[in-house]
């Protein structure tokens, strides 16, 4: 007899409001018999008969990459999920690392990669539209590169005056990193750029602050903050509340 048709399925939960997940991922999740993930991704998943929650600790992705292929091979039709974009510093590359290295069978499983609202977007739209030109991501964690290799991408994008979205600009384990890059900007950029401090995008716990790069401070951003750096071009209009944030699409 042979196995019943497993599938895998990389899913992307989106910035943490629920009406931001798109419908194939609500449809893969619903006929899902396993959802594999960091703790808090798996929690934002509802249990019900049938489905099996992994709950895995952040450091495993490749083990959990591992476990999910496993699964899918034996007939579970299993969805990794990931907040926002799969693809974006997550567990998407973590799959296919695990593919490339694995046994060749797992080339030949029904694997689908879902994409969602990846935080740097969902944040630029809460204030306008500050990646309207050219940009760049950089992911200001340390744990998978050298933090040499990073100062050098955070120089060289703000020379070629890209707008920057930092991914996990700060943790406990990290406290520097994120104050060395402020550093890095304010050499190299000769403008005073405005500096998105967008925290909890989505969720009841939301913070929105735009500072100029001169007054930024390391201490404004948390694990759960994406930074956007204006490139020289970013303009802020002045208006009650939070200012709107734009980049022109005109290179000046
Ligand atoms: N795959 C995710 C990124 C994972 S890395 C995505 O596409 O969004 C985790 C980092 O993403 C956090 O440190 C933070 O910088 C950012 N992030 C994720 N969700 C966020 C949210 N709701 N608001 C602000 N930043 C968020």
């Not at 809460?126 to 100062?151: M, T, W, Y």
Request: net charge neutral; aromatic share 6%; with cysteine.
């Amino acid at each position: 007899m042979t196995a019943p048709a497993g599938w895998l399925a990389i899913a992307g939960l989106g910035p943490g409001d629920a009406a931001l997940v798109t419908p194939e991922v609500t449809q893969a999740l619903a006929e899902a018999t396993d959802v594999i993930g960091y703790i808090p991704y798996v929690a934002r998943i509802a249990p019900r008969p049938g489905l099996t929650l992994h709950a895995s600790d952040n450091r495993v992705e490749l083990d959990r990459a591992a476990h999910a292929l496993a699964l899918a091979g034996a007939g579970h039709k299993v969805v990794v999920v990931s907040s926002g974009d799969p693809g974006v510093f997550a567990m998407a590359a973590a799959v296919f690392e695990a593919i490339e290295h694995g046994p060749t069978d797992w080339r030949a499983l029904d694997i689908r990669v879902l994409p969602g609202i990846t935080a740097m977007l969902a944040a630029s739209a809460r204030v306008g539209a500050p990646l309207g030109h050219d940009f760049c991501a950089i992911n200001l964690s340390d744990n998978l590169k050298p933090q040499a290799l990073i100062e050098r991408r955070i120089r060289l994008a703000a020379e070629a005056d890209f707008a920057i979205a930092f991914y996990n600009p700060r943790s406990k384990a990290r406290p520097d990193g994120f104050g060395t890059a402020l550093t890095i900007l304010r050499e190299t950029c000769a403008y005073a750029r405005p500096v998105l401090f967008a925290r909890a995008v989505s969720t009841p716990y939301e913070d929105l602050r735009i500072v100029a790069l001169p007054d930024a401070r390391a201490e404004m951003a948390d694990m759960r903050t994406v930074v956007i750096i204006g490139s020289s071009t970013t303009r802020m209009i002045a208006r009650a509340g939070t200012p709107f944030l734009y980049t022109p699409r005109s290179a000046s």
